[in-house]
């Protein structure tokens, strides 16, 4: 998924994010996950609590790059600084285990990874945390970049822990906690469940890979007991039984997939599960949300009380976005980047697709812009430049900007003929967009090639971007002679 973004706000989003951010660099952590493999480790969990220092010694080895101005204020800190000089008081002996379990998501291969743990105000004040990390895209090889995403549950766990207190103050608590909490009886789900062990299936996911039909059954034998008001708020619904007579739009699409997983946990013995998902809110608003499901103490032999917590997680997953979205596009002229490029030459070589027409292009006249307009000039060129050829061709062709004022075309399963089609149609938008904006002109260099049986990309981008030397060459030549001609006159 790609959200549109504004140039004008890229430098803010990251700061004002309503989540806490960090970047991280954990390329030294890799490496001696690779030193441990190398010496035999094969279970990273047992060795992990069996030496402590070699936690400490992965934390030590963790970098923070960059963390946003929510997660300065939640942890009370000045500034970064003052942040990693604190992080003794920020972490302590309660994140252990829990760290323990995030080193081994990444042991085990996985670019994601998740916990719930409790951190520390620098004011020594307690905090419940929900931690996400992800390996950023073009950054799984060596993990120097990591995204984390923390979000304070604090009032969620302490009202899960008042709960076992009191009945009374439970029921107030529900009504008014500031996270979505469900509870419905799942007695028919589990009859369902216990029917098909009974009749020998041992293998559920196959199981319902045949019968698809099941995963509805079962949810249509779910019933909500009870909702609270922060669950009306989240969906836009004036009143509880407008919820409930509408739960087929909030419930659709994505969920299926997701209800399935949950089935199959819950077949498996697993009755307090966490995950993403999505709903929708009943204007149509699309809602990611962390869940977290729970058979409720005293009804595990028959699941009639189950509660739900939705936490609206659609900010965070929308700063996620943003930060895929840098990994892979220039910011400027909104076309890919020249990461992307290099990876998706990679890609093309891999899959041995033929013929790939590959087009370099170069704006002519931009280091004239730059010295004598000015850089903002420059830069409206640029720009105008993304404008052409983002709209030049669909997927799977790709454009990136490759270099100042370079510009690459990627076109695989396209012949020569098909390459000088786009070419055409290329001169085309340049010369309207040139008709929008009279006052400087728009103009490419370009080259094209088309692989041969058996060559290497790489040749074919050799060769193309030679043929766009020539063309520049000309260009600047005829430019020149025609500066003299004008001044003959």
């Known amino acids: 998924m790609s959200f549109p973004i504004d140039p004008d706000t890229d430098a803010k989003m990251f700061e004002l994010a309503p989540?806490?951010?960090?970047?991280?660099?954990?390329?030294?952590?890799?490496?001696?996950?690779?030193?441990?493999?190398?010496?035999?480790?094969?279970?990273?969990?047992?060795?992990?609590?069996?030496?402590?220092?070699?936690?400490?010694?992965?934390?030590?080895?963790?970098?923070?790059?960059?963390?946003?101005?929510?997660?300065?204020?939640?942890?009370?800190?000045?500034?970064?600084?003052?942040?990693?000089?604190?992080?003794?008081?920020?972490?302590?002996?309660?994140?252990?285990?829990?760290?323990?379990?995030?080193?081994?998501?990444?042991?085990?291969?996985q670019t994601q990874f998740s916990s719930h743990t409790v951190?520390?105000?620098?004011?020594?004040?307690?905090?419940?945390?929900?931690?996400?990390?992800?390996?950023?895209?073009?950054?799984?090889?060596?993990?120097?970049?990591?995204?984390?995403?923390?979000?304070?549950?604090?009032?969620?766990?302490?009202?899960?822990?008042?709960?076992?207190?009191?009945?009374?103050?439970?029921?107030?608590?529900?009504?008014?906690?500031?996270?979505?909490?469900?509870?419905?009886?799942?007695?028919?789900?589990?009859?369902?469940?216990?029917?098909?062990?009974?009749?020998g299936v041992e293998d559920f996911r196959v199981f319902t890979d045949v019968h698809e039909e099941f995963v509805s059954r079962c949810m249509s034998e779910i019933r909500v007991l009870d909702v609270n008001a922060r669950t009306l708020e989240l969906f836009g619904a004036p009143d509880k039984e407008t919820l409930l007579r509408n739960l087929g739009d909030v419930f659709r699409d994505e969920m299926g997939p997701h209800f399935r997983e949950q089935l199959i946990d819950l077949w498996n013995g697993k009755l307090f599960q966490q995950r993403e998902v999505v709903n929708y809110a009943l204007d149509g608003t699309k809602l990611h949300l962390l869940l977290q499901f729970s058979v409720l103490p005293n009804h595990e032999r028959d699941w009639s009380r189950v509660q739900v917590a939705l936490t609206d997680i659609t900010a965070r997953k929308k700063a996620e976005a943003y930060l895929e979205y840098l990994g892979t596009h220039d910011v400027l002229t909104r076309t890919l980047n020249r990461s992307f490029y290099v990876d998706?030459?990679?890609?093309?070589?891999?899959?041995?697709?033929?013929?790939?027409?590959?087009?370099?292009?170069?704006?002519?006249?931009?280091?004239?812009?730059?010295?004598?307009?000015?850089?903002?000039?420059?830069?409206?060129?640029?720009?105008?430049?993304?404008?052409?050829?983002?709209?030049?061709?669909?997927k799977p062709a790709t454009?990136?900007?490759?270099?100042?004022?370079?510009?690459?075309?990627?076109?695989?399963?396209?012949?020569?003929?098909?390459?000088?089609?786009?070419?055409?149609?290329?001169?085309?938008?340049?010369?309207?967009?040139?008709?929008?904006?009279?006052?400087l002109e728009l103009s490419v260099s370009t080259g094209i090639s088309t692989s041969r049986p058996g060559e290497r990309l790489e040749q074919v981008v050799k060769r193309a971007d030679m043929l766009m030397l020539q063309a520049k060459r000309l260009y600047y030549i005829q430019t020149d002679r025609d500066r003299r001609s004008a001044g003959a006159h």
């Open 119 to 199: 951190n520390y105000t620098l004011a020594g004040d307690r905090l419940d945390i929900q931690l996400h990390g992800t390996v950023l895209p073009g950054h799984e090889a060596r993990w120097d970049r990591v995204m984390i995403a923390i979000e304070d549950v604090t009032e969620r766990e302490g009202a899960r822990r008042r709960l076992a207190k009191s009945e009374d103050y439970a029921f107030g608590l529900f009504a008014h906690s500031p996270v979505s909490l469900w509870v419905e009886d799942f007695s028919g789900v589990k009859r369902l469940i216990d029917e098909v062990r009974e009749r």
């Open 344 to 394: 998706e030459l990679n890609r093309l070589e891999r899959r041995g697709q033929q013929p790939v027409t590959i087009i370099i292009a170069d704006l002519n006249g931009l280091k004239t812009a730059n010295d004598e307009l000015g850089h903002a000039v420059g830069d409206a060129l640029l720009r105008r430049a993304g404008e052409v050829f983002g709209s030049l061709v669909e």
């Open 399 to 439: 454009v990136a900007r490759i270099g100042g004022d370079e510009f690459a075309v990627l076109l695989p399963g396209t012949d020569a003929a098909g390459g000088e089609a786009v070419l055409a149609s290329l001169a085309e938008l340049i010369e309207v967009n040139n008709q929008y904006y009279p006052d």
């Open 19 to 109: 989540v806490s951010l960090w970047i991280e660099d954990y390329s030294e952590v890799k490496a001696l996950f690779e030193q441990w493999q190398a010496q035999g480790v094969d279970d990273i969990g047992t060795y992990l609590l069996a030496n402590p220092a070699r936690v400490q010694e992965c934390s030590q080895r963790i970098r923070i790059l960059r963390v946003n101005r929510k997660t300065l204020s939640l942890f009370g800190a000045r500034d970064l600084n003052h942040l990693m000089v604190s992080l003794s008081l920020v972490m302590r002996d309660d994140t252990f285990k829990s760290h323990v379990s995030e080193l081994a998501q990444l042991w085990s291969g």
